[in-house]
């Protein structure tokens, strides 16, 4: 049974950081493109970041770059999403995502097969 399981999520203070993981199983994360998205009350999900299966290229989205690093270490079978210098406007539910030999450039959300149950993330002081 194939599963993402999300972890990390919180409160934090603005300019705070936290780091995201989300644990797969029931398949092999190496030949899969990985994926962080979120959303916000109210709002539609949207991408935060993207990394392609080999591993070759990664995508972020605009307001995240230079904060936010998406990892992954494939003996854990696992993906991280690093978040620093949090702001109140990254709170939103946190989802990971993959999808097998698969590529970033203009990734889009319905690409993506295999989906976590999301984390929580609030910045606020």
């Known amino acids: 049974q194939v599963q993402l399981v999300e972890s990390g999520g919180g409160l934090v203070q603005p300019g705070g950081s936290l780091r995201l993981s989300c644990a797969a199983s029931?398949?092999?994360?190496?030949?899969?493109?990985i994926g962080w998205f979120r959303q916000a009350p109210g709002r539609e999900r949207v991408g935060v970041s993207c990394?392609?299966?080999?591993?070759?290229?990664?995508v972020y989205e605009d307001s995240v770059k230079g904060r936010f690093t998406i990892s992954r270490d494939n003996a854990k079978n696992t993906i991280y999403l690093q978040m620093n210098s949090l702001k109140p406007e990254d709170t939103a539910v946190y989802y990971c995502?993959?999808?097998?030999?698969?590529?970033?450039?203009?990734?889009?959300?319905?690409?993506?097969?295999?989906w976590g149950r999301g984390t929580q993330v609030t910045v606020s002081s």
């Open positions: 995502a993959a999808e097998p030999y698969y590529y970033c450039s203009g990734y889009i959300i319905g690409d993506f097969g295999s």
């Open positions: 990394m392609n299966t080999n591993n070759s290229s990664t």
């Open positions: 029931g398949f092999t994360l190496d030949y899969y493109a």
